[in-house]
């Protein structure tokens, strides 16, 4: 109803008499060239344009409006006077850009305004790095925020974390915000196979800046999606002047940033294996040596049967399954072309992009086309529509991950045994003597046989009008944002070798299609008094509403090789078709004020409702209030020169978290299943009517300054989140039918401390060299969890961790390893958990707290900046740490029995084993046993680990060279990326940044790349 009422409203005041506006012109210089690109804004509206080649400008200036904003990345920031002007010439003066404008929550603000935590990421940082999805970038260059990847595979997705985790088992992704609409970010796949990010449909290069918001005050304005923090995308609009292109294009190569561990040579894996039997059966068969062991075992085949005698035979040929899997220098390409221009009127973006990676793996790669339009054409002097459209169609050719199904590559280079070859004699694929050496399969074969195929296209549109009332200093705006994406996967696994052998091969396909709609009406109205007292005030109104729908079937039996699809499929197995939706419903209001930019004030009120939950309980209201004091402009201060800027700010409020699955708050039946032949209804969910918005108190104080010329620049905050009402899946008693009903009954929180800093250290016309950094911490502690009819704490206990108060949420709980007994080569744990008196009795031992989790609690990042006569260096890196990693697949790559010896493949640091009474190590002896899954802290490493991210040197062209050539800018360069890891324990040999992914479990992900590339940017 809203809706039709404001649609009327701004229907009938287009009739309405237009009142006056004029337009202002000038040109920015830094006193000698003009500023290509700087940024003028009206003061306290909206209106504003970009600088042309030649450094000029035409804006559009409201009745009432007296003042411009100028700004230029590199230079100080300028307000210049226009009452009764029609021209100005503006020259800036060379400085640190202190108070720029910074994208927040439904609109912008100078820095000096904000009372809040934000932090934003420019398209000259966002250049630096070649990436499949534009999260990755990220990494280091935000305090607080953790991010990680699920596999180094191109498209795979990311893990993002801001300051912690808000919920113990709801959601904990941030919100995505693009050009100031809400959309989802769903993954596609993932698990067994690769997972597709839907962010790497965004081509990076059509970005202008990612900002993080991080607080209340940034962040309530989002209600319900705020609570995990914000992240807004700006992509790039259009710029008036002389239309130009700009081609950036880039080549290099990619390996794996860390090699991972070295797994045992066929003669090394011999050498245990019989001393394997040595031990174990030594003392029965009165054995005096290992060979006597050797010959036991040669003398019998029908138990220990021989592969070692017939790999002996055939010469012992070492088979290198690292070798084969790797995609040695993996190519890497990227190329976009884009063009800008405008007049006064109007102006417009398009750009063209191509990207394509192949995987360090045999068998992946990842192909993405995208395209970008934006146009921005003022209508008439009150009115300007504004269109923003994103295209993209992107390929991922995955491949399993991790061990799935022992057929994915990784799995072949860690649990493959060298006594099998990857190759026959002829040079053909070995199919089938690997299967009588170990279970694992040939992935050359599956690379070229099986189909792992993610398709998506996804379409964004986003389009706007603004109307400038006959109310002075009113304007309205109407906005509608669509999102719609479709992903086609395609799995099949061969008839002849692999899973698919036993059924004649088998296929499976699913389709996705998702529908996501915005739309936004708001009132924007800003006014002052004795232009001291600065109010701006807008009032929100805002739906969205989500649908998908899923259709998948397969089949297996396929009569003969290159028969993929479905429809040769001889026996159909199974299909499936499904609808979801969801929708929300908000209403906001924001207030600013400010005196003279030197005490600020800001207050937000949302009204938000859910479909997640039941009518009753579907609205929450979701608030935060701030306050800011720029004490450098105050009197006192008028004589500390070496103080430039010094804010001291302080806010706090409420959000909200509703991500949970859909429906949970009813009792539902399912029809699915079958009986007889007939179809059955069965309970599937219990509901919980009362069910609602879980909320988050959030506090946070902090100080901004900047120092001797604005050349020490920082920021540093303290912020607590307080999260209650927690949505919690409590486990049921079996009995009920159920295993959990989500419930509003577990709480939590989150403290820490954050800095950011950057100082000049040199700066000067020729040289300029800048070093900066930030760090973050952050503090988790599990205040409240429910009970049972008993009285006791409901806590939630994993193999390795457990969620209970007092604790840190998924802090690990196991058996604590004491070491190797030096007499007899034995493990010992401590019996209480934690210290004192040991056992050699697995399961005698007590599990214990470790006081971690695979959160990391300090992040870091560090950055250098040298430009000297047209030479540029940047590097920047991230180090994550106080956080702990488990690793997963023990039982076949450490184990010293029959699961690294004969079954699979151990790492070579099984050749510390102990060996005699009194051997000092942290290997035990090798036997010839199959010990189960025994998890405990022998393989629970200190997971702290820095990472050079970038590195990158280049030259630009002077302008007196490119002008003779009739090309204005020429810039060209070499790029490293992941160049260099340290890794504080020792023992962790797998990469340590995918491991924060995957629930703190190391293992045989694709480790993300280090890559090397070439690059040449033209701009005509």
Do not use: C
């Amino acid at each position: 109803m809203l809706r039709f009422t404001l649609t009327v409203l701004m229907t009938a005041f287009i009739a309405l008499s237009l009142y006056a506006q004029r337009s202002v012109t000038g040109v920015v210089t830094d006193g000698n060239e003009p500023l290509v690109g700087a940024t003028v804004l009206v003061k306290g509206h909206s209106e504003g344009a970009i600088t042309d080649i030649d450094g000029k400008f035409t804006v559009r200036v409201p009745e009432g409006a007296t003042e411009l904003e100028i700004s230029y990345t590199g230079f100080a920031s300028q307000t210049v006077n226009i009452d009764g002007l029609s021209n100005v010439e503006v020259v800036l003066a060379e400085g640190l850009l202190v108070d720029e404008v910074v994208v927040i929550g439904y609109g912008s603000r100078k820095r000096s305004e904000l009372v809040g935590s934000s932090v934003q990421v420019g398209s000259e940082q966002l250049s630096q790095i070649p990436v499949t999805s534009v999260d990755q970038v990220l990494q280091g260059k935000v305090a607080g925020l953790t991010i990680s990847a699920t596999s180094g595979t191109p498209g795979s997705a990311q893990d993002i974390r801001i300051r912690g985790i808000s919920s113990i088992t709801a959601g904990n992704s941030p919100l995505f915000v693009i050009d100031g609409v809400p959309f989802t970010n769903p993954t596609y796949q993932g698990g067994a196979v690769s997972s597709l990010n839907a962010l790497s449909s965004i081509n990076a290069n059509d970005i202008e800046s990612i900002t993080v918001l991080k607080d209340a005050s940034a962040t309530a304005v989002y209600g319900a999606r705020g609570s995990n923090g914000v992240i807004v995308i700006t992509t790039k609009s259009g710029r008036s002047g002389k239309t130009t292109l700009n081609l950036s294009t880039s080549y290099g190569f990619s390996n794996d940033a860390i090699e991972g561990p070295v797994m045992l040579t066929g003669a090394q894996r011999e050498e245990l294996f019989y001393e394997s039997i040595y031990n174990s059966f030594g003392a029965a068969q009165g054995f005096t040596s290992v060979a006597d062991a050797k010959a036991y075992y040669e003398a019998n085949p029908n138990v220990f049967g021989t592969d070692y005698v017939d790999w002996n035979a055939a010469g012992r040929p070492e088979g290198n399954w690292a070798d084969v899997i790797t995609n040695k220098n993996a190519p890497q390409s990227e190329v976009t072309l884009s063009a800008t221009g405008g007049d006064a009127n109007q102006n417009f973006y398009a750009s063209l992009g191509y990207y394509n990676a192949e995987a360090t793996v045999i068998g992946s790669d990842f192909e993405r086309i995208s395209g970008s339009l934006r146009y921005s054409r003022s209508i008439s002097e009150n009115f300007r529509f504004d269109s923003k459209n994103t295209v993209a169609a992107s390929t991922q050719d995955g491949l399993l991950e991790g061990s799935a199904y022992f057929a994915s590559p990784r799995a072949a280079k860690y649990f493959g045994t060298p006594l099998a070859q990857p190759y026959n004699a002829d040079g053909s694929i070995n199919i089938v003597d690997i299967l009588n050496l170990t279970n694992i399969r040939n992935p050359l074969w599956m690379a070229e046989n099986d189909i792992h195929l993610n398709k998506l296209a996804r379409f964004i549109t986003n389009n706007s009008l603004s109307w400038n009332t006959p109310i002075p200093n009113l304007g309205f705006t109407t906005r509608v944002g669509i999102d719609f994406s479709t992903n086609d996967y395609k799995q099949y696994w061969n008839r002849l070798h692999g899973d698919g052998v036993n059924i004649g091969g088998y296929a499976y396909v699913e389709n996705n299609k998702t529908m996501n709609y915005v739309i936004q009406n708001s009132l924007d109205y800003s006014f002052n008094f004795n232009r001291s007292h600065n109010f701006d005030l807008k009032v929100l109104q805002e739906y969205q509403k989500n649908n998908s729908t899923q259709i998948w079937a397969d089949g297996e039996g396929f009569s003969t090789d290159g028969l993929t699809n479905l429809a040769s499929a001889s026996t159909p197995t199974g299909a499936y078709s499904g609808f979801t939706d969801w929708a929300i419903a908000s209403y906001t209001a924001m207030l600013n004020y400010d005196f003279n930019t030197k005490y600020i004030l800001s207050a937000t009120y949302r009204r938000e409702g859910s479909s997640r939950f039941h009518p009753d309980y579907r609205w929450g209201n979701f608030w935060s209030a701030g306050a800011a004091w720029n004490m450098e402009k105050e009197a006192f201060m008028a004589g500390v020169d070496f103080i430039d800027n010094l804010k001291l700010r302080v806010s706090y409020g409420r959000t909200g978290n509703n991500a949970i699955g859909i429906n949970q708050y009813q009792a539902l039946f399912s029809f699915s299943g079958a009986y007889g032949g007939d179809a059955t209804i069965s309970p599937s969910t219990v509901g919980n009517r009362l069910l609602s918005w879980e909320v988050a108190d959030n506090f946070e104080t902090g100080i901004d300054f900047g120092l001797f010329k604005n050349r020490i620049n920082g920021v540093f905050s303290y912020f607590r989140r307080e999260t209650k009402e927690n949505l919690f899946n409590v486990p049921l008693s079996r009995t009920t039918g159920f295993s959990s009903q989500t419930q509003n009954i577990a709480k939590m929180e989150n403290t820490g401390l954050e800095l950011e800093l950057s100082v000049d250290i040199i700066r000067s016309k020729d040289l300029n060299l800048t070093i900066g950094g930030n760090v973050g911490t952050v503090n988790n502690k599990v205040l409240e969890l429910p009970l049972d009819g008993n009285g006791e704490e409901i806590n939630i206990t994993s193999s390795s961790t457990r969620v209970e108060t007092g604790h840190i949420v998924n802090e690990y709980y196991i058996k604590r390893w004491a070491g190797v007994d030096p007499d007899n080569g034995s493990n010992l744990w401590y019996l209480n958990g934690v210290d004192g008196a040991t056992t050699s009795n697995f399961n005698e031992a007590e599990q214990g707290y470790f006081g971690k989790s695979d959160l990391p609690t300090l992040t870091a990042g560090i950055n250098l900046h040298v430009d000297f006569k047209g030479f540029f260096f940047d590097a920047y890196g991230y180090y994550a740490g106080g956080h702990m990693v488990f690793e997963n697949w023990t039982r076949y790559t450490n184990g010293t029995d029959r699961w690294s010896l004969d079954f699979f493949n151990g790492i070579n640091s099984l050749m510390r084993r102990w060996q005699n009474p009194g051997d000092v190590t942290d290997v035990a002896k090798v036997t010839y046993t199959a010990e189960p899954w025994r998890i405990h802290s022998r393989y629970l490493n200190e997971g702290d680990f820095f990472r050079l991210k970038n590195v990158t040197f280049g030259y630009t062209f002077p302008s007196s060279l490119t002008k003779q050539i009739k090309v204005d800018d020429v810039r060209i360069f070499v790029r490293g990326v992941n160049l260099y890891t340290w890794v504080k324990d020792d023992r962790m040999q797998f990469d340590p940044e995918v491991a924060l992914a995957r629930s703190g479990s190391r293992g045989l992900e694709t480790p993300p790349v280090k890559t090397v590339m070439f690059g040449l940017n033209l701009k005509f």
